[in-house]
């Protein structure tokens, strides 16, 4: 899954795509280096961020992904939004899965509209929202926690009828660099519930800490050792900035595990 950000504000590679040109010409290098999901958000989720409005999220969004989707049409897109009049709006124009960081917690109307249009929902756990979450997050067992959260959101969504579901734990949304390791060691016992899961650790600050506050731009070599030991654990879907990079470990890893 290729993260492609039209925000102005995202926390690796902000401003860098709000032309949709250059967007699409982004989506396309993806696609080239081996990314079979591409995940378009409008709104940044960093730490401390401020949200945005329904419209301007649709203002940075929409434009560009009803061009994607016609210049790649065998190529899943994927909205990332907590927002029901976004992420309308982006199924309207063919957009396969909503990933949604909030977990139904903002939207729960979002399991009713992807069953509608037969879309397929990423289910987060996050503590928090961004703008307050990396300020003192608590669990008494993080992944008893998610672990119960998956399983009160995958019932909401199988009963709403929603048929394609993917878990992300969250690496990073109101997680303790402890927290967040505790998450990659123990990924196996998601797998449990018989979905794909996805694993979003790309460059985030965790990788940071463990490197004595690597800045964003030297978190590469961080950020695959990390999806590998998830790939290692159980998971399926890697969401990553640098695609040719993941693309190349996740031939590896099949190579020795088939």
């Known amino acids: 899954m290729g993260i492609l950000n039209v925000t102005p504000d995202s926390f690796s590679d902000g401003g860098e795509y709000t032309d949709t040109e250059k967007a699409l010409i982004r989506i396309e290098a993806m696609i080239a280096e081996g990314a079979e999901i591409i995940d378009v958000g409008g709104e940044s989720t960093r730490p401390g961020s401020n949200p945005v409005s329904e419209v301007e999220e649709i203002k940075r969004t929409i434009p560009v992904l009803v061009q994607a989707l016609e210049r790649f049409p065998d190529v899943i897109f994927s909205i990332d939004t907590t927002k029901y009049g976004v992420a309308k709006k982006a199924l309207e124009a063919g ?35 961004p703008k307050t979450m990396q300020l003192n997050p608590q669990y008494n067992d993080v992944i008893d926690e998610i672990t119960t959260f998956f399983k009160e959101g995958i019932e909401a969504l199988k009963q709403a009828g929603v048929e394609s579901i993917i878990l992300d734990p969250g690496i990073g949304f109101g997680k303790t660099l402890q927290h967040n390791c505790s998450i990659v060691a123990g990924l196996k016992k998601f797998s449990n519930f018989g979905y794909p899961l996805l694993m979003g650790a790309s460059r985030k600050s965790m990788i940071g800490q463990i490197l004595n506050n ?3 731009d030297g978190r590469l070599a961080g950020t695959i050792a990390v999806h ?10 890697l969401r990553v900035h640098d695609v040719q990079e993941a693309a190349d470990s996740i031939k590896v890893y099949n190579s020795l595990e088939s």
């Open 95 to 129: 957009v396969h899965i909503v990933n949604d960081v909030s977990g139904l917690k903002k939207e729960p109307r979002l399991a009713e509209l992807c069953a509608s249009y037969g879309a397929g929902y990423v289910l987060m756990h996050s503590q928090g929202d």
């Open 228 to 237: 590998y030991h998830s790939l290692l654990q159980g998971a399926s879907i």
């Open 214 to 216: 690597r800045p964003v």
